[in-house]
């Protein structure tokens, strides 16, 4: 980090009590706003311009979503993927593990089963 610049963390990049108060179009603007300034205080140059282009892209993209609930998913998507960067200190979106639908119906495996099917 550069001198005069505190540190951002996951605890002080965002006022919780004042962004619960926004309106939509407000949380945007913010999440806008902390994404850049987390771009500022970033240390690699290439991934603070990672950041910054990647955050005009998104946000451009999603401009004119009008479906509220889709809305406040591209909202928190935004809020996680910048608390995750401050926590992992990697500014590109971590791996997700994706469990099928299928495997969370399937019955566990009996131990006392001896049937010898698989």
């Known amino acids: ?3 005069n610049k505190a540190a951002m963390t996951a605890y002080n990049a965002m006022d919780y009590v004042f962004f619960e108060k926004l309106s939509q ?7 806008f ?3 850049m300034r987390l771009a500022n205080h970033w240390d690699n140059e ?3 311009n990672d950041i910054r282009n990647e955050c005009r892209a998104t946000f451009h ?3 004119y979503i009008e479906d ?3 809305i406040n998913d591209k909202i928190e998507e935004a809020r996680s993927r910048m608390l995750t ?3 992992y200190r990697i500014p590109y979106e971590k791996k997700k ?3 099928p639908k299928y495997a969370l119906s399937m019955a566990p495996v009996d131990p006392k089963d001896d049937s010898d099917i698989c």
């Open 25 to 31: 179009r407000g949380k945007s603007l913010y999440m």
């Open 97 to 99: 593990y994706n469990i």
């Open 61 to 63: 993209k999603n401009k």
């Open 85 to 87: 960067a401050l926590h």
């Open 1 to 3: 980090m550069s001198g």
């Open 33 to 35: 706003r902390s994404i």
């Open 68 to 70: 509220d609930e889709l």
């Open 46 to 48: 290439a991934q603070k």
